[in-house]
């Protein structure tokens, strides 16, 4: 089991950049397979995106592709994602998860991940 820590959400105006970070302790975060999920109000949680344990690949949902990249730094523990020409629609709880069992690229679901953070909001303004 493994603890995680989300941060760097806020309130930004359509358009803008904003990365989170997600900072794991516990045990070896190397020995994890990463993803990032988000939850709008009134919506079901739904996957944004997931990274390789040693970051060599990573996968994302349509939404996120071409302004979402994740990346991880094993040596910090941390995983990032990093989140270009915000939208309103992309107003949620951004989670991160770490997964044991996960490979490739098939962490799609949350069900596949053991451990998670307590989120961190994100507001985008029109």
């Known amino acids: 089991q493994v603890q995680l820590v989300e941060s760097g959400g806020g309130l930004v105006q359509a358009g803008v950049s904003l990365r989170l970070s997600c900072v794991v302790s516990?045990?070896?975060?190397?020995?994890?397979?990463m993803g990032w999920f988000r939850q709008a109000p009134g919506k079901e949680r739904e996957f944004v995106g997931g990274?390789?344990?040693?970051?060599?690949?990573?996968y994302y949902a349509d939404f996120a592709k071409g302004r979402f990249t994740i990346s991880r730094d094993n040596a910090k523990n941390t995983v990032y994602l990093q989140m270009n020409s915000l939208k309103p629609e992309d107003t949620a709880v951004y989670y991160c998860?770490?997964?044991?069992?996960?490979?490739?690229?098939?962490?799609?679901?949350?069900?596949?991940?053991?451990?998670w953070g307590q989120g961190t909001q994100v507001t985008v303004s029109s």
């Open positions: 990274i390789s344990r040693s970051g060599g690949r990573s």
């Open positions: 998860a770490a997964g044991a069992r996960v490979y490739g690229s098939g962490g799609l679901s949350e069900d596949q991940y053991d451990d």
């Open positions: 516990g045990r070896s975060f190397s020995m994890y397979h």
